[in-house]
């Protein structure tokens, strides 16, 4: 019998993410690969972009719903005792041999937990990071306890999870996985991207997402409305909306940029765009702007400025493409001026990107395939003292 590999995926960039390992890990062809669906994919008002992943080809294992049509705190909570509900059913069926995570949404540490509970080693990608504005940033590192294998994007964020007790030998430093769909998904061109987004590409394109900054009580719709304020004064910029996630306050969010894009001819938004779709209008872009990961790890990559704005990824290690400014008009509109600037543009050129190079995938793989084979893994885990490694 193949050992089963669980991979689990919540949200349209989490997929987008995991799809070159999905792949690499199904052509091996000595695993089962099971890809299990939940939250946000499985949601009409964010897309239903589980389609995306049929659309490659790649078959869905399970599909279990969990979302509350609400984006309260108590209903993310509830959320959350749903996952564990139906992920528990899940796993004693399945009883998989390893579960593939990404990243620090609550649904992710709904399911590890889950997991640990029947004995599911796990493999978590990009412990380590911060995002110091954000809930996220307690999830992950309770993710980084609950695994047993780690794969972090830089080696800074490497030894941060040692730091937090994992041993040396469970840690791999692998690159991020966005940096390799940015190396060879084969891109639109500007002709056929305008056609898409129904713009005449006249004028600089403008990438936006927004998401909720969680740590924060009530301040994401003042930051929209500040952001959208600036874009209403810039009728010579063309602006692409990408929905918010399935966060607390994501829907209030969705419904002012909605409002926005009605009386704005110069706007458009999307629910999601996907991976080809969404790296082509960054690559078209003049700037991307707003508070997403994607705007730090994987845009420098397109030696495209970023413009990131307030603490919801305050932490990360950033390339010299990025411009952080703070959720005010007067920095915003600096920002914007800057990042159309010649100078910038030619800084930005020459940025290089500290999140790899391109080949996480094999990386990855190959240690799960060594791991998995050897049957070495014992989930009774030591705490590492970093007093071992400095002595």
């Not at 695994?147 to 040396?168: A, N």
């Not at 394109?205 to 409305?225: G, N, R």
Request: a negative charge; hydrophobic letters at 40%; glycine letters at 6%.
């Amino acid at each position: 019998m193949k050992k089963i590999i669980s991979i689990l995926t919540a949200t349209r960039a989490e997929y987008g993410l995991l799809r070159p390992l999905i792949l690499k890990l199904q052509q091996l062809g000595e695993f089962d690969i099971r890809v299990v669906v939940t939250g946000a994919h499985l949601s009409p008002e964010f897309g239903l972009t589980y389609k995306e992943i049929e659309e490659d080809n790649i078959e869905i294992d399970k599909k279990i719903e969990i979302l509350l049509s609400s984006d309260t705190p108590s209903s993310i909570s509830k959320s959350m005792g749903l996952a564990m509900i139906g992920f528990s059913e899940y796993f004693a069926d399945l009883k998989p041999d390893l579960l593939i995570v990404l990243g620090d949404r609550y649904e992710t540490l709904a399911v590890c937990c889950v997991a640990m509970n029947q004995r599911i080693p796990i493999a978590h990608l990009y412990g380590g990071e911060a995002t110091e504005g954000a809930v996220d940033e307690a999830y992950r590192h309770a993710i980084t306890k609950l695994s047993y294998l780690h794969f972090t994007s830089t080696e800074e964020y490497r030894k941060r999870v040692i730091q937090l007790g994992e041993d040396p030998s469970r840690v791999y430093n692998v690159g991020a996985l966005g940096i390799e769909n940015i190396m060879n998904e084969k891109l639109l061109d500007r002709a056929s991207l305008g056609k898409f987004l129904g713009f005449s590409l006249d004028h600089p394109l403008v990438m936006v997402t927004f998401h909720p900054v969680t740590l924060e009580k009530d301040s994401s719709a003042i930051q929209l409305k500040t952001i959208l304020d600036v874009f209403h004064a810039h009728p010579d910029l063309e602006f692409v909306f990408s929905k918010a996630n399935a966060d607390a306050d994501g829907r209030v969010i969705n419904e002012m940029i909605d409002e926005f894009v009605a009386t704005h001819k110069n706007a458009v938004v999307f629910a999601s765009l996907g991976t080809k779709r969404y790296l082509s209008t960054v690559k078209h872009s003049a700037f991307v702007i707003g508070n997403s990961s994607s705007g730090i790890i994987e845009v420098p990559s397109l030696h495209v400025p970023t413009i990131n704005i307030g603490d919801r990824q305050k932490g990360r290690l950033q390339a010299a493409s990025i411009i952080n400014c703070k959720p005010v008009s007067d920095d915003i509109e600096r920002a914007i001026k800057y990042a159309l600037s010649k100078e910038f543009k030619e800084k930005v050129k020459m940025a290089d990107n500290p999140y790899g190079n391109g080949n996480s995938s094999e990386l990855i793989a190959t240690c799960i395939k060594q791991v998995l084979l050897e049957d070495t893994i014992d989930l009774k885990k030591q705490f590492f003292d970093l007093k071992v490694m400095e002595a």
